[in-house]
């Protein structure tokens, strides 16, 4: 079967459409600048990795596109709609355009894998339970896991557990996927079977992603714009192939032989 995401822009003969904006956009801690005065723009459609030391920001862009951490400065526009400040009402709504899959699943431990599935499609999306249920058990057989709807998500495994997390994010049909290190927290034999999948939706729907990863090779295959982080600033971007294989920045060189 196929994704099926909201429909991004038609792409033939007409322009890019910038679906994600960041402008100027500086974050501290204390006296920790984390991001120091960051410009971004994805393209609908486009699939985009950051890379770089741990430290250096990457996780802080996706936490503050999904609305859980402020910048201090900048702006930060998705879909045309301007974040920070804005009213709660357009939050919800580009919320619902962006869905996260992070290190640690975060799933509902209480509730049952479907149940997981289910959950925001009908409280956010309003959907019916039943058509939830429908579009929760196709995506639980796209992600291999059919047989474990009953299942509570403490009785998977880790690859099995970022599967049900993968399948929960594209049940609301967003826009973006945002990849936070998703197999971080795996055992390395689960590792391959999660980004095969993820291949595999990238290959199959036409959703925008930004993905944090330390999977070189995964980077390699799935991106069309690779960014290297340093310091909380973006010191090199170009096409995989170019920064894997002829990285102009020093410290690009520097990450990439300790990673690779
Ligand atoms: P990366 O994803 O590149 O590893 P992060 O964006 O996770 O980097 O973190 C950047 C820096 O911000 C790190 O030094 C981290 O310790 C710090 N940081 C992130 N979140 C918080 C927080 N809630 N409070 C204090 N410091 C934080």
């Known amino acids: 079967m196929s994704v099926e995401t909201t429909k991004q822009p038609a792409a ?83 919320r619902k355009k962006i869905g996260m899959v992070f290190q640690q699943f975060n799933l509902f431990p209480n509730m049952s894998v479907l149940r997981n599935i289910t959950e925001a499609p009908v409280r956010v999306l309003g959907m019916s339970k039943d058509e939830a249920e429908a579009r929760a058990r196709e ?28 399948a929960r994010a594209l049940a609301m049909r967003p826009q973006v996927l945002l990849l936070d290190e998703v197999t971080s927290a795996l055992d390395p034999e689960l590792v391959a ?15 925008t992603m930004l993905c944090v990863t330390h999977e070189m090779g995964f980077a390699r295959d799935i991106s069309d714009q690779v960014l290297m982080f340093d310091s909380g600033r973006i010191i090199e971007t170009g096409p995989p192939e170019k920064i894997f294989s002829e990285p102009e920045h020093e410290r690009t060189r520097e990450f990439l032989g300790a990673v690779l």
């Open 12 to 94: 033939t003969g007409t322009l890019p459409t910038e679906l994600i904006r960041l402008e100027g956009v500086t974050k501290r801690f204390g006296d920790n600048t984390v991001l120091d005065g960051l410009d971004l723009s994805v393209d609908a459609g486009r699939h985009v990795t950051l890379i770089g030391p741990s430290g250096s920001g990457k996780t802080t862009i996706l936490r503050m596109l999904m609305t859980l951490t402020e910048p201090d400065e900048g702006t930060i526009t998705v879909d045309g709609q301007q974040l920070f400040p804005a009213p709660e009402k357009r939050v919800r709504e580009i």
């Open 139 to 166: 995506l639980l057989d796209l992600v291999g896991l059919a047989d474990k709807c009953d299942a509570r998500p403490t009785r998977l495994s880790g690859g099995q557990q970022q599967r049900v997390a993968i």
């Open 193 to 207: 079977g999660v980004l095969d999948l993820l291949r595999d939706i990238v290959r199959s729907t036409d959703i």
